[in-house]
T-cell receptor, first 110, second 116 residues
Framework: DQQVKQNSPSLSVQEGRISILNCDYT??????FLWYKKYPAEGPTFLIS?????DKNEDGRFTVFLNKSAKHLSLHIVPSQPGDSAVYFC?????????FGGGTRLMVKP | DAGVIQSPRHEVTEMGQEVTLRCKPI?????LFWYRQTMMRGLELLIY????????DSGMPEDRFSAKMPNASFSTLKIQPSEPRDSAVYFC??????????????FGEGSRLTVL
């Protein structure tokens, strides 16, 4: 039973436009949510996180929104750049354990 | 400052052979995790250690998989005997857990295993 789901395996966006990556979860005990970015042949790297007591966290071009009632979070990248092309993993934390979604491959076209 | 170091980066072996993957966590981190990435399942947790002690190995697929952490700076993941369905990228990650910590993990670059 997948507790964290990323229903879109891939997303293609034009450079300069907004990228929106979505993530759904089922466990209401999750207390932190994180996004990781992964380039080919590299390990995932931390991108941004949000506490379950907040609904928005912003860091430069990256903003994460959390809707607890819907058990949904999203990552917005504005403006998207070709260097943002990577696989993005959503992760949720409870009792200091991370559960990952299946990932979404973002392709930003020049 | 060195990150999580994994070896080998690539391993190609034949079915039935023993495979050993190695990991050196970031110094001072007290948690170590082994993950496997596949197309079908994404990133799945296999096992994790706290202060060198295995805490949860419920993600280990079967008895062919074993992991050890003899000291704070070294861990191994062993597959014996290996099978083609074990082909995947295996990631090691470490973290330091403190008050207010979000649970951020620091990943190694992964070991890509191909079992023929």
């Amino acid at each position: 039973d997948q507790q964290v789901k990323q229903n879109s395996p891939s997303l293609s966006v034009q450079e300069g436009r907004i990228s929106i990556l979505n993530c759904d979860y089922t466990n209401s005990m999750f207390d932190y949510f994180l996004w990781y970015k992964k380039y080919p042949a590299e390990g995932p790297t931390f991108l941004i996180s949000i506490s379950s007591i907040k609904d928005k966290n912003e860091d430069g071009r990256f903003t994460v929104f959390l809707n607890k009632s819907a058990k949904h979070l999203s990552l917005h990248i504005v403006p998207s750049q070709p260097g943002d092309s990577a696989v993005y993993f959503c992760a949720a934390s409870t009792y200091n354990m991370l559960t990952f979604g299946g990932g979404t491959r973002l392709m930003v076209k020049p | 400052d060195a990150g999580v170091i994994q070896s080998p980066r690539h391993e190609v072996t034949e079915m039935g052979q023993e495979v050993t993957l190695r990991c050196k966590p970031i110094s001072g981190h007290d948690y170590l995790f082994w993950y496997r990435q596949t197309m079908m399942r994404g990133l799945e947790l296999l096992i994790y250690f706290n202060n060198n002690v295995p805490i949860d190995d419920s993600g280990m697929p079967e008895d062919r998989f074993s992991a050890k952490m003899p000291n704070a700076s070294f861990s191994t993941l062993k597959i014996q005997p290996s099978e083609p369905r074990d082909s995947a990228v295996y990631f090691c990650a470490s973290s330091f857990r403190g008050e207010g910590n979000t649970g951020e993990l620091f990943f190694g670059e992964g070991s890509r295993l191909t079992v023929l």
